[in-house]
């Protein structure tokens, strides 16, 4: 049975998917892992960029010797997962993403960016600072904030998946969207859906973005259906 590979988002840690764990089939071999600078893990040498979380990606799958993963990505995972199977289609069998932005642009990544301020954070939202201090110790999560921030931005100037790209992407794929989400929208996501050669659109009623806020059995049954996992 091939392996599930789960990745989190931007701020975000493997730690998220706790909750999700014990509703996946137990014969299902699930893996997750942090990306650099998040739930822990060092600092990439350089800024945080797209292009060296998929190489990270790309570099654990070849490690652990997997032919090929499913993934399930989370807003930024998603978008990882849909470039690494672009560059190397080979070790993913298929690719269910939730939550993913990908209408990047310079207005849309300056907006995104406007709520990534850690004194605002600090001031306005201190519960969301302390999680955040939690998450990513030993790091310093107002650096991860900041390093965010400015890979959206860069993201905006050069963003990886357009329209000629998606095209692309060769494997099975499954774009999932709130119906609530505040950051992505369900216009970008049928996008998206439109202008890969294998996709499936979801959407979840009743779900915002956050993933501490989803309907965990919802998500684990999607995730059966997709993936054709017994239950």
């Known amino acids: 049975m091939e392996p599930l590979l789960l990745l989190h988002g931007a701020l975000g840690a493997q730690s998220q ?23 822990g893990a060092g600092m990439p040498g350089g800024p945080f960029r797209i292009e060296t979380f998929v190489q990270q990606l790309l570099e654990w799958i070849n490690d652990r010797g997997f032919t090929k993963v499913n993934v399930f990505g989370f807003s930024m995972g998603g978008y990882v997962a849909l470039e690494a199977a672009r560059q190397r289609p080979e070790n993913f069998s298929s690719i269910f ?6 209408a990047w642009s310079p207005e849309a990544a300056t907006h995104e ?3 990534l301020r850690p004194d605002v954070v600090t001031e306005k939202l ?14 310093n999560w107002e650096e991860v904030m900041l390093r965010t921030a400015e890979m959206m931005l860069h993201l905006g100037q050069v963003p990886l998946l357009k329209p000629e790209q998606l095209s692309q992407v060769p494997v099975p794929v499954r774009i999932a969207i ?4 505040q950051i992505v929208t369900v216009e970008e996501s049928l996008a998206v859906y439109k202008q890969l050669p294998q996709a499936e659109l ?30």
């Open 17 to 39: 998917f706790e909750p999700l764990l014990p509703l996946l089939p137990a014969q299902v071999p699930v893996y997750s892992f942090n990306f650099e600078g998040h739930g």
């Open 97 to 102: 993403t939730l939550a993913t932005k990908f």
């Open 113 to 115: 960016t406007s709520r």
């Open 126 to 139: 201190p519960a969301f600072a302390q999680t955040l201090e939690e998450r990513h110790a030993p790091q």
């Open 178 to 181: 709130g119906d609530r989400d």
């Open 202 to 231: 979801q959407v979840f009623p009743n779900t915002r973005h956050p993933l501490e806020q989803l309907d965990w059995p919802m998500l684990a049954q999607a995730l059966q259906h997709f993936f054709k996992y017994a239950f």
